[in-house]
């Protein structure tokens, strides 16, 4: 994409209510735009990176047996009142609404209620089970403070995937994968290392649930953590008891403070029993189905990495979301051989499958530079008559800022790919 097509510009200051980092630079670099509180529109390269991260999601619950789908957005009252839910006082983030009829509809906040209730047209059998429906969908919730940008937003892109099982061994099996892909989720997402499985309160079936906790100071959590077992606990069971049974020594658990990532639960009948979600059994009994559910936000991913991997002058993108694979800036913008090879560059990248923003705008050096490190695509080349005149041009990678020389023909051979790091 030619950077004077993106209608999108860079600004000099965040809005004065907007207290998060990583929105200010979201917003600074013309990734998002705030509408009102915890409310925000994906411009352009917002959608970029929002759809990177999501592809790796959804490579990853592809991966163990995930089966896309779409549920829908409006909520009947009626299936959340069966599991207690439609109450305010029970779930106190709704947003609800009223038809024309004055009948009442609500948005839904999560969707274990429909998914339970469409699955009784599907399992009937064993033999239907174990299934694992997901799907990206935009949430709606009422959330008291929204001050986080886009990691709390009051409507957001949250990947939620439902567990099927015949029984709790079935479950836990499952448990078990789905962890190590998210894992793998937050590894390639850049965050890996500073995020850690946490123990948290686990409700009615299973005594504990875990949440995947991202150490950074725009973190709303406090978890414990433990450097040997490399793994945390949540405020809501850090107690003597809990740490005695998790073999935690006290005196080693070291205090962060991190963002909610993700989440795993088990529901075990929670759901499947008041929704009449029933199977036959092997043995001819009938039961109800045990579920689990598996939160990631998605936008919440993204606000986490904005915020982690950025530094004074801009965001600093992982190659795996970078909302473009290069950057390629043309810093003499008046010289006619540098537009000349700029455009060769450009065409010859863009048909070899490289996703490329050319800055060929009519701006000087000083400002191309400045928003390219404000935007952070992961790989910079800058053309300019200095480099021409060389016969040597920059390679910059932004999240480790280091510069390389290469040549015209290492770009044209696209070895710059393979040189400057793998970050
Ligand atoms: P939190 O405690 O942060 O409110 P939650 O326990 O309500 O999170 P879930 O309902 O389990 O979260 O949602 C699954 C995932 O969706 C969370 O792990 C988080 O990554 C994301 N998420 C939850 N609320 C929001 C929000 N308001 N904005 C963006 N992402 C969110
Ligand atoms: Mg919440």
Sequence with gaps: MRQSKLFTKTRKEAPKDEVSKSAQLLIKAGYIKKEMAGVYTMLPLGLRTLQKIQEIVRKNMNKIGGVEMNLTALQDP??????????????????????????????????????????????????????????????????LRAKSGIMRGREFLMKDLYSFSESKEQHDEFYEKIKKAYFDIYEECGIGDKTFLTFSSGGSF???????????????????????????????????????????????????????????FTLGERFSEPLELIFDTKEGERKPVFMGSYGIGIGRLMGVVAEILSDDKGLAWPESISPFDVHLVNVSGDNEDSVKLSDEIYEHLTQNGIDVLYDDRKKGVGEKLGDADLIGISKRIVIGVKGIESGEFDLYNRLNDKTEKVSESQIMNLEFIKKNGNN
């Design 78 to 143: 009626n299936l959340w009142e069966k599991t207690g839910r439609w109450d305010d006082k029970v779930l106190d983030v709704w947003f609800k609404t009223k038809l024309k009829n004055d009948t009442e509809v609500g948005l839904a906040t999560t969707h274990e209620e429909p998914l339970t209730n469409l699955m009784k047209d599907h399992i009937s059998s064993y033999n239907d089970l174990p299934v694992y429906p997901y799907q990206f969908q935009t949430k709606f919730r009422n959330e």
């Design 206 to 264: 299973s005594k504990y649930s875990h949440e995947f906790q991202t150490e950074t100071d725009a973190g709303e959590d406090i978890i414990y953590y433990s450097p040997s077992k490399k793994i945390a606990v949540n405020d809501e069971v850090y107690n003597d008891e809990v740490l005695k049974e998790l073999g935690l020594e006290k005196s080693e658990l070291v205090e962060k403070k991190t963002a909610e990532t993700g989440n795993i």
